[in-house]
């Protein structure tokens, strides 16, 4: 099973900041990685597939980077909406597996 | 626009059955690969089972394999999670996903329900 870890649990940060969220696999995942919003209360929302691409309707505020085995979601500027819990996927071997989650929060 | 909605939800017993729905609109059901994922009270998420298109492959995780049956009927655009010998862990909010392009998969998880609630629980 992949283990994905992401870093750091929380990221406390003002709006308008950057925010640059980790995620490490224990063995490569190839570009079959992706990321997603969770706000409370609501279902999960894709963001980012296949490393890089931006799925339907996100803002370009949002972007992926990485391959093999590390990962990031950057956020450019911070809106009110962008606080929530982020999580990273991978595809590349069953079981599927997300990280634990990286919840960015209003300092 | 995609709209999935599950039920079938609710409180069972420990060793209890339960059957969760997911009514599908919006898109061609019957190309899409789906998926159902849970998240246990206040935790992260969890993959639990994914079906091809036409319902000829299923994939599950070690968690549930043997006690849970995804299966799909694309005559009427349902989604369907067979909950057997359920446990205490199992509690969770269940959401169905579609995957996200019209081909045999798994890619990623494009567009979900709102979720239904399963508590086991004696």
């Known amino acids: 099973e992949i283990v994905l870890t992401q870093s750091p649990a929380t990221l406390s940060l003002s709006p308008g900041e950057r925010a640059t969220l980790s995620c490490r696999a224990n063995?490569?995942?190839?570009?079959?990685l992706a990321w997603y919003q969770q706000k409370p209360g609501q279902a999960p929302r894709l963001l980012i597939y296949d490393i890089s691409n931006r799925a339907t309707d996100i803002p370009a505020r949002f972007s992926g980077s990485g391959s093999g085995t590390d990962f990031t979601l950057t956020i450019s500027s911070l809106e009110p909406e962008d606080f929530a819990v982020y999580y990273c996927q991978q595809r590349s071997i069953w079981p599927l597996t997300f990280g634990g989650g990286t919840r960015v929060e209003i300092k | 626009q995609v709209q999935l909605v599950e039920s079938g939800g609710g409180v069972v017993q420990p060793g209890g059955s339960l059957r969760l729905s997911c009514a599908a609109s919006?898109?061609?059901?019957?190309?899409?690969?789906m998926y159902w994922v849970r998240q246990a009270p206040g935790k992260g998420l969890e993959w639990v089972a994914f079906t091809w298109y036409d319902g000829s492959n299923e994939y599950y995780a070690d968690s549930v394999k043997g006690r849970f049956t995804i299966f799909r009927d694309n005559s009427k655009n349902m989604l369907f999670l067979q909950m057997n010998s359920l446990r205490a862990d199992d509690t969770a909010v269940y959401y169905c996903a579609k995957d996200l392009l019209a081909a045999p998969g798994p890619y990623y998880f494009d567009s979900w329900g709102q979720g239904t609630l399963v508590t086991v629980s004696s």
């Open positions: 919006g898109f061609i059901f019957s190309s899409y690969g």
């Open positions: 063995q490569s995942v190839s570009t079959y």
